[in-house]
């Protein structure tokens, strides 16, 4: 999992299984080596698609394993799991995906008010603030969905995901509700 994390995500990574620091290949029973790997790998979540291979060099033949670099990393050694009422279930790519933007302290604080109504403040680009002020437009929506990258809102008329580094949050007391402050482009 840790090689899988590290490798660039867009670019292949080889790791060579049986080969030691130093550079010696140990001898090994390839075949079961490599169904070793699968079911260790079988593990990982999210997966990991990997392309085990079998290469001759001069001091043996290795297990060469392409892992491409994976934009859905981190991975870990195991299922995620979630409670639903009284049961323990496997987690779902979105419940996987809601669990890791609870790490960001603005996704985490937006997640709360998922399936809820929020104040949403769209702001003026700064080169036309004018005399009436920042603020283009204020309105409510409903969170729908919100990660590390963008937060998904039912607006009156439309479902719109904008990016969450555009999001500003602060509270509006007299609603008492979460309020959004869209910067718009």
């Not at 790997?37 to 060099?57: C, K």
């Not at 859905?72 to 050694?77: D, G, I, L, T």
């Not at 590390?148 to 008492?176: A, G, I, K, Y």
């Amino acid at each position: 999992m840790a090689f899988a994390n590290s490798a660039p995500t867009g670019y292949p990574a080889v790791l060579f299984i049986n080969v030691r620091s130093d550079g010696r290949v140990e001898e090994v029973n390839l075949d079961e080596l490599q169904r070793t790997f699968s079911d260790q790998i079988s593990a990982a979540f999210p997966p990991i698609y990997t392309m085990p291979r079998a290469v001759a060099s001069p001091t043996g033949t290795v297990l060469a394993v392409i892992v491409p670099g994976s934009s859905a990393a981190p991975h870990f050694a195991g299922k995620s799991y979630v409670r639903t009422g009284s049961q323990t279930l496997e987690a779902s790519e979105p419940q996987f995906e809601e669990l890791l933007a609870k790490r960001s302290s603005k996704a985490h604080e937006i997640l709360k008010w998922k399936g809820r109504q929020v104040s949403v403040r769209k702001m003026r680009p700064e080169r036309e603030v004018t005399r009436l002020g920042p603020y283009q437009s204020e309105n409510v929506a409903t969170i729908i969905e919100c990660n590390q990258f963008w937060v998904t809102l039912q607006e009156p008329q439309s479902v719109n995901s904008l990016p969450l580094e555009r999001v500003r949050l602060s509270f509006d007391h007299p609603m008492n509700r979460l309020r959004l402050e869209i910067g718009l482009t």
